[in-house]
């Protein structure tokens, strides 16, 4: 399956500051999917990135707030705008992988703190 | 649309204890199944899957699953854990056809005592 790097794996950031998470897949994919999971939460779907092409939201999360970039098929950035306390999660990246893309790999997160 | 739910929150065993982790789902479409784990502060790893065939599944670390069309229920079993089985356990469903979203459940934290 694929190898996911994140980056920043944490950190620990001020209201009202941005930060961008990068992630880097070790082979090409066409869809990179961020999602979010709050603490002691689940996992919810912030956007699907192609590349090429803009974002696909999911609702909820717009683009203002969370704006994707996908420059190529290995690599992608979630930026958190305007960031507050209820930003505070860990940020996931992952690609369908195995016979038929079939399977979501995640890479390993990155736990963002807001103060 | 899909919906995933997972009918019990925590659940506490003692170790060598077998163990049965719920999962029920909802969908108009057919759907491909999964369970992932998280251990704690690290990020997930797909425990198993049903994409096709057999509707009992094996995974690593010696769980399994069963995955009931009738009862739209995919529960994860393990005959007997370890105290390195502690973490969250996380249901999933993914619609075969159409969108490529991964729709979750609100995970399971099964916690080993010795």
């Known amino acids: 399956s694929a190898v996911i790097s994140q980056k920043p794996s944490r950190d620990i950031c001020q209201r009202g500051t941005s930060l961008t998470i990068q992630c880097q897949v070790d082979s090409q994919v066409t869809m990179m999917f961020w999602y979010r999971q709050q603490p002691g939460q689940s996992l919810t779907l912030i956007a699907t990135a192609n590349q090429g092409s803009e974002a696909t939201y999911e609702s909820g999360f717009v683009i203002d707030k969370f704006p994707i970039s996908r420059p190529n098929l290995t690599f992608s950035t979630l930026t958190v705008s305007n960031m507050s306390p209820e930003d505070s999660s860990i940020y996931l990246c992952?690609?369908?992988?195995?016979?038929?893309?079939?399977?979501?790999?995640f890479g390993a997160g990155s736990r963002l703190t807001v103060l | 649309a899909q919906s995933v739910t997972q009918l019990d929150s925590q659940v506490p065993v003692f170790e060598e204890a077998p163990v049965e982790l719920r999962c029920n789902y909802s969908?108009?479409?057919?759907?491909?199944l999964f369970w992932y784990v998280q251990y704690p502060n690290q990020g997930l790893q797909l425990l198993l899957k049903?994409?096709?065939?057999?509707?009992l599944v094996k995974g690593i670390n010696g769980f399994e699953a069963e995955f009931n069309k009738s009862q739209t229920s995919f529960h994860l079993r393990k005959p007997s854990v370890h105290i390195s089985d502690t973490a969250e356990y996380f249901c999933a469903v993914r619609p075969i056809q159409g969108a490529q979203k991964l729709v979750f459940g609100q995970g399971t934290r099964l916690t080993i005592n010795p």
């Open positions: 969908s108009s479409v057919s759907v491909y």
């Open positions: 992952s690609v369908l992988t195995g016979p038929g893309a079939n399977v979501l790999t």
């Open positions: 049903y994409l096709s065939g057999s509707t």
